[in-house]
């Protein structure tokens, strides 16, 4: 087997140490060079400046990259007349401020009499405020109780030589034995004692007053409504009561006469019974009637 390089043929073995050769060439050290020894500069390239546009930042026409919030349309600056963002960045609304800056700063301390001012001394007062140091009341002198206007004066010589032939150990055992032996006072608290134990109190009756109240209110409400549902009603006049009442017991008489005419008879055909029957439901209608007007206090209703 042959390999080709250009017109001629190589054999296999030779192209084969071929790539090794070229394998072991690419696996030298060539680092250490005699070119170099001496480390190359390292060539730090000039920083460009920061590239500025000079079209104006202007917010787009009819976008809608805003600010969130539903006081804005969908759209903005419809016109294109805006010449800054139409909602304006917010620092820190979403996640808060950087981690650390709620931290309390060193430099920032409360300074002396920040607020507060410094206190006079007592020369500056009296130059500038001597009124302040006037008192305002007057400590009573313990002499007074005295019978003096002051401590005593210098000419005045207190009496000397003033003794007692009191024993005052035998008087106090003696106060002591005779005195009444001191009763033990209860200072518990007596409930039922109270001035308004077992009362009504006053915020019930008020609450009472009230609900009566609107309890009226709520009844005359429907004594008004029934007033004027109730149909129209007059008393009758008793000479009216008498005359009607008078009138049924005449044709009360004048029915049970025609009544009592045909009860002999046992055998009643059809038009017989009928008309029995219809003379029994007058004459207790009749009855019913009289027995009402037999009444005092009669309404009548004016709507029938």
Request: contains cysteine.
């Given at each position: 087997?042959t390999?080709?390089h250009?017109?001629?043929?190589?054999?296999?073995?030779?192209a084969?140490?071929?790539?090794?050769?070229?394998?072991?060439?690419?696996?030298?050290?060539?680092?250490?060079?005699?070119?170099?020894?001496?480390?190359?500069?390292?060539?730090?390239?000039?920083?460009?400046?920061?590239?500025?546009?000079?079209?104006?930042?202007y917010?787009?026409?009819?976008?809608?990259?805003?600010?969130?919030?539903?006081?804005?349309?969908?759209?903005?600056?419809?016109?294109?007349?805006?010449?800054?963002?139409?909602?304006?960045?917010?620092?820190?609304?979403?996640?808060?401020?950087?981690?650390?800056?709620?931290k309390?700063d060193?430099?920032?301390?409360?300074k002396?009499?920040s607020?507060?001012?410094?206190?006079?001394?007592?020369?500056?007062?009296?130059?500038?405020?001597?009124?302040?140091?006037?008192?305002?009341?007057?400590?009573?002198?313990?002499?007074?109780?005295?019978?003096?206007?002051?401590?005593?004066?210098?000419?005045?010589?207190?009496?000397?030589?003033?003794?007692?032939?009191?024993?005052?150990?035998?008087?106090?055992a003696?106060?002591?034995?005779?005195?009444q032996?001191?009763?033990?006072?209860?200072?518990?608290?007596?409930?039922?004692?109270?001035?308004?134990?077992?009362?009504?109190?006053?915020?019930?009756?008020?609450?009472?007053?009230?609900?009566?109240s609107?309890?009226?209110?709520?009844?005359?409400?429907?004594?008004?409504?029934?007033?004027?549902?109730?149909?129209?009603?007059?008393?009758?006049?008793?000479?009216?009561?008498?005359?009607?009442?008078?009138?049924?017991?005449?044709k009360?008489?004048?029915?049970?006469?025609?009544?009592?005419?045909?009860?002999?008879v046992?055998?009643?055909?059809?038009?017989?019974?009928?008309?029995?029957?219809?003379?029994?439901?007058?004459?207790?209608?009749?009855?019913?009637d009289?027995?009402?007007?037999?009444?005092t206090?009669?309404?009548v209703?004016?709507?029938?």
């Amino acid at each position: 087997r042959t390999a080709l390089h250009g017109a001629h043929r190589i054999p296999d073995w030779v192209a084969a140490g071929r790539t090794r050769s070229a394998k072991m060439y690419q696996s030298w050290n060539h680092g250490e060079s005699i070119y170099q020894i001496v480390p190359p500069k390292m060539m730090i390239p000039a920083k460009q400046p920061m590239f500025k546009s000079k079209i104006p930042d202007y917010p787009p026409t009819a976008s809608t990259f805003h600010g969130p919030g539903k006081t804005h349309p969908i759209a903005s600056n419809i016109a294109g007349d805006a010449t800054e963002k139409i909602v304006k960045d917010r620092s820190h609304a979403d996640l808060g401020k950087r981690t650390g800056t709620y931290k309390n700063d060193p430099t920032t301390f409360m300074k002396k009499l920040s607020r507060s001012c410094s206190v006079p001394s007592l020369r500056e007062i009296k130059k500038a405020n001597p009124y302040q140091l006037k008192p305002t009341h007057l400590k009573e002198s313990r002499f007074a109780a005295m019978g003096g206007g002051g401590p005593p004066k210098r000419s005045e010589i207190p009496i000397m030589g003033l003794k007692s032939s009191k024993n005052f150990l035998v008087t106090n055992a003696v106060e002591v034995i005779l005195a009444q032996p001191r009763k033990n006072v209860d200072t518990t608290k007596d409930w039922l004692a109270k001035e308004d134990y077992g009362k009504v109190p006053k915020y019930l009756h008020s609450v009472k007053r009230d609900i009566q109240s609107e309890f009226d209110y709520i009844q005359q409400l429907h004594d008004q409504h029934h007033a004027e549902n109730q149909p129209p009603i007059q008393p009758l006049e008793d000479e009216e009561r008498v005359a009607l009442l008078e009138g049924l017991k005449a044709k009360w008489e004048k029915r049970n006469v025609e009544y009592q005419a045909g009860t002999h008879v046992s055998v009643l055909s059809d038009g017989q019974k009928r008309g029995r029957e219809t003379c029994e439901a007058e004459l207790s209608l009749l009855e019913k009637d009289i027995e009402k007007l037999g009444k005092t206090d009669i309404l009548v209703d004016l709507s029938r």
